[in-house]
């Protein structure tokens, strides 16, 4: 069956609307769920309010008239408990919302949308291994990078509709980073995707964990976590040493004595010096690390997300016994910050967090941190907590950045239709497509077409008129290459291939800043890749029109000296031309290595009609001046055109 088939249509139009439905189900239950904890939300805040209130009314009467301190005591536990279950509720509410709008989003792109997408811009100079997108808590493998021209050229990253658009359904600029590097660079050791694939296909089937992990990774949707890279690599700024001593001081002395001056009346002229002496300290103090505090404080803010994220995707990551080799190593890195001690250490940096927000108390912030001390005694516990294992945090990072890739290519794989995954195998360069479509185009009904390369058959001449599918055939297969590469099932009934390095030269822009005609760009581009396939022969290349920047003579007689050049090479091409002179390089000169295969296109009641089914041989129809007379070209040009374009075919038995 083919992805046109009756039969496979209704198979897949079943289970999109199977996941269709339990979306649907899931947004209404979640809205439902959002809803109540709101209200419950709202009745917590009252409480919270009114406990308050109790508890300052207490604590006043008790002070002024010396009573007993223990209805102050009960007041404020009681003040504490609603501000922890006010908290639990909160927490409850963002989970409903969270899993609601992951649903709903869902839904939209079963629909034909994209997204959401995160922030994946790669700096061109990072600062660090997580800075450029890699996993750091593990060796990436061996790799290919896709350059700029063949990024453009294929549509795997620009203006959408592309393959970044389409695959991009992350929320945290982690994942987003990761995923481009995934595209920019994909993998060429067969055990490496194989072992990619069997990762994205278990967080594909296993829809219910992958929701829950999506729904942890939405904690941080938004965050700007793009400088987080560059704060890790950072020296630390706070060392523990004496000032983290006077700190502690200052926190506990200064709250102490003024509390025995206000309950101690009888000790106040003693108790007074001390308070004093605590403010100076604390005055001076605040005085020398001013300068380095401030902007720690907010490098510590943008931090905040990470630490949550941690904190909320781990214990998901270890809810479920993994099956893939990728996810068991992923679990075990996260595993490391969820257990034992080093989950209390966490715990306590998401604690010393939450003082660095005193700030936003607004003009009581001066007052209450030169009293308790408690930003800058958070700053050290972070310093130490962070900064003295930013190695770690940086695995921890990647990691989060790797789980969240793969979700979203399981997104794909899950919500696109269940595609084969392609074998990938060792030996001789090789590609097979059995029925394959352009990923774009896959949810139009575009048409399947079949590519064979490898063996006898390693340069395909592709001819056909203007419009007959030419260019779409190209990117179809180069992007299949891509996708298999980078882990993803395939839009084809089977893909198999040996993993390659892939290249292309389809559209060519002159330099006006460099000084270089379009010509001679051409030029170079095909000159690097001669040398790339010298000196590798596992590469594929996919060309559209060889040196379309110069006279006919000329470009004929090199396209074809260098269509025999790569043919006897051992690399793949792909070659579409209108030149019917190199299509003659496979039939009837019979260059070893070249297949020729073309597009047909026909007339229909006056109109031009594409089956865009792709046929053995090469083209013996010409649709360019009929676009012409279609266009609506005075005839007098169109009749012209045509006796001079007769002339020549009838000279090069065109």
Not at 165 to 180: E, K, N, P, V
Not at 226 to 235: G, I, T
Not at 249 to 267: D, R
Request: glycine letters at 6%; one cysteine or more; hydrophobic letters at 50%.
């Amino acid at each position: 069956m083919t992805p046109s088939d009756p039969a496979s249509t209704a198979t897949d139009n079943a289970a999109r609307l199977e996941l269709q439905s339990l979306r649907q189900q899931t947004a209404t239950v979640q809205a439902r769920a959002e809803h109540r904890e709101r209200q419950r939300m709202q009745a917590c805040a009252t409480a919270r309010l009114l406990l308050f209130a109790v508890f300052s009314v207490v604590a006043i009467r008790a002070v002024a008239e010396r009573t007993s301190l223990a209805p102050v005591g009960l007041s404020a536990l009681a003040f504490v408990a609603a501000v922890a279950i006010h908290t639990r509720v909160r927490d409850a509410h963002a989970w409903a919302r969270r899993r609601r709008f992951l649903a709903e989003e869902s839904l939209a792109r079963l629909a034909g949308a994209t997204g959401p997408g995160g922030a994946g811009t790669l700096p061109a100079q990072p600062c660090s291994a997580l800075d450029a997108g890699l996993p750091v808590y593990r060796d990436e493998g061996r790799t290919d990078e896709l350059d700029a021209d063949t990024r453009q050229d294929l549509g795997v990253e620009g203006p959408a509709p592309s393959l970044w658009h389409l695959l991009d359904t992350t929320q945290t600029s982690l994942g987003a980073r990761r995923l481009r590097r995934m595209l920019r660079h994909p993998l060429l050791d067969a055990a490496d995707i194989r072992a990619r694939q069997a990762a994205v296909a278990e967080l594909a089937r296993e829809r219910a964990w992958r929701d829950e992990l999506l729904a942890a990774f939405a904690v941080a949707r938004g965050a700007p976590l793009a400088r987080v890279p560059a704060f890790l690599a950072a020296p630390r700024l706070l060392e523990a040493g004496p000032l983290r001593g006077v700190a502690l001081f200052c926190a506990a002395g200064l709250p102490a004595s003024a509390l025995a001056w206000i309950t101690l009346p009888a000790a106040r002229p003693v108790v007074l010096p001390a308070v004093l002496a605590c403010a100076a300290v604390s005055l001076v103090l605040h005085g020398f690390l001013v300068r380095r505090a401030l902007p720690l404080r907010d490098s510590y803010l943008e931090m905040e997300p990470l630490v949550k994220l941690a904190s909320a995707v781990a214990p998901r990551v270890l809810a479920q016994a993994a099956g893939s080799v990728v996810l068991r190593e992923l679990g075990q890195e996260l595993s490391a910050w969820v257990s034992g001690r080093a989950g209390s250490r966490l715990a306590t940096l998401r604690r010393a967090l939450r003082f660095l927000h005193l700030h936003e108390t607004g003009a009581m912030y001066p007052v209450l941190e030169m009293v308790t001390s408690w930003e800058l005694n958070a700053l050290f516990i972070l310093e130490a907590g962070i900064k003295h294992h930013g190695a770690t945090w940086e695995r921890v990072a990647g990691a989060l950045g790797e789980l969240e890739a793969l979700c979203a290519l399981a997104v794909d794989a899950d919500e696109r239709g269940p595609g084969p995954w392609p074998e990938i195998v060792d030996g001789p360069p090789c590609l097979e497509i059995d029925s394959g479509v352009h990923p774009l185009l896959a949810a139009r009904g575009a048409v399947p077409n079949d590519a064979s390369l490898g063996g006898e058959a390693r340069l395909l001449l592709v001819t056909g008129s203007n419009m007959a599918g030419k260019s779409t055939f190209l990117r179809m297969v180069a992007l299949h290459v891509v996708l298999a590469q980078l882990g993803s099932p395939a839009r084809a009934r089977r893909v198999r291939l040996t993993p390659v390095r892939l290249r292309s030269l389809i559209h060519v822009r002159d330099s006006l800043a460099d000084g270089k005609s379009y010509f001679l760009v051409e030029v170079e581009r095909v000159r690097d890749l001669l040398q790339l396939t010298a000196r590798e022969p596992r590469v594929l290349v996919v060309v559209d029109e060889l040196f379309r920047g110069t006279n006919s003579v000329e470009r004929v007689a090199a396209s074809r000296a260098i269509a025999r050049h790569w043919a006897a090479t051992g690399a793949l091409f792909v070659l579409a031309t209108h030149d019917l002179d190199l299509a003659r390089l496979a039939d009837p000169e019979r260059v070893p290595g070249t297949v020729a295969w073309h597009f047909p296109d026909e007339i229909v009641a006056g109109a031009l009609r594409f089956p865009y089914r792709l046929q053995p041989g090469w083209s013996n129809t010409h649709n360019a001046l009929r676009l012409l007379e279609l266009s609506g070209y005075p005839e007098t040009i169109v009749q012209a055109a045509r006796a001079e374009a007769e002339r020549r075919w009838a000279e090069t038995g065109g």
